[in-house]
């Protein structure tokens, strides 16, 4: 998706984002997005920051899947709905869906988000909790605070290692199983990418959606390649920056670049909230 203008309803000055040139970094429902922003006047830029690789037929995920069959967990963690879909789709192709619905049903199942709890209630199973967050480190927090020692816990990942989730269940005594069922990585086509970033720079972006940490990793990574990461960090804090939620958030904040997030995190609270920041801005 290229520069695009919004449809003739969404021109009119009275659109709340009427005038604004707003960067998309979404890999995953980029033109969903794109098309709330221009029915607010906004011309929207995508460039992809990251790309989604599916890795559910990867022999890895199969041997701990069929390693789960064979020794249950106690607990597993969908993080993501994306994945855990993935994850069992999986499994239907490798003749080890049943099989696989039926163990984790028989623990308990924590979901980190509503899309999370959506793919396992949708998959006939039954979630226990789910934070209020959406954050893995409130997962961590609920799994600590009750005790973990001698469980078994299966954790979902959904392109980022968790490593300091595994790590601190591990120290506390749990046995844990990690399933990588996709990857996060650059796009194919680094172009649209490095268009939106040249384009930050020259100060011809007013505002920049995140929805997903990765995207986050992926503009930076993409600029540390081409040796400009501190000029782009630099320049989203000058810039009216969207994020989905808190757990996107977050690499930016540890940047200190400050942004603007919904009270839920869905795409049209998130550009509600660009709305009003942009409003105020004005």
């Known amino acids: 998706m290229a520069a695009a203008s919004g449809p003739d309803t969404a021109t009119a000055e009275t659109a709340p984002l009427h005038g604004l040139t707003v960067g ?8 969903e997005l794109a098309r709330l922003l221009e ?20 022999d ?3 041997d701990r899947t069929r390693g789960l069959l064979a020794a249950p967990p106690d607990v597993t963690v969908a993080t993501t709905g994306v994945g855990f879909r993935g994850w069992l789709d999986g499994a239907e192709r490798w003749g080890l869906r049943e099989e696989l619905v039926a163990t ?3 623990g308990e199942i924590l979901a980190r988000g509503p899309k999370a709890r959506g793919a396992i209630r949708g998959a006939g199973l039954t979630d226990a909790w789910s934070p209020a967050t959406e954050s893995s480190a409130e997962v961590l927090e609920h799994l600590l605070d009750r005790g973990v020692a001698g469980l078994r816990i299966a954790v979902q990942l959904h392109g980022d290692p968790l490593t300091e989730l595994v790590d601190a269940l591990t120290a506390a005594g749990a046995e844990v199983v990690t399933v990588p069922v996709y990857r996060w990585e650059l ?18 972006l007013d505002a920049v959606t995140f929805t997903s940490a990765p995207a986050v990793g992926g503009l930076l990574r993409r600029a540390a390649e081409r040796d400009l990461r501190e000029r782009v960090v630099e320049a989203l804090r000058r810039t009216l920056v969207a994020c989905v939620g808190p757990v996107t958030a977050a690499p930016l904040e540890a940047h200190g670049v400050p942004n603007v997030q919904p009270d839920r995190a869905r795409l049209g609270p998130m550009v509600r909230a660009l709305e009003a920041a942009a409003a105020a801005r004005r």
């Open 187 to 204: 796009p194919a086509d680094l172009g649209p990418v490095d268009h939106l970033t040249d384009r930050l720079l020259a100060g011809g």
């Open 39 to 58: 029915r607010r006047g906004a011309r929207v830029l995508h460039g992809a920051a990251v790309r989604i690789v599916a890795v559910e037929d990867d």
């Open 60 to 62: 890895r995920v199969v």
């Open 24 to 31: 998309v970094t979404a890999a995953r429902k980029a033109e």
């Open 104 to 106: 984790l049903g028989r």
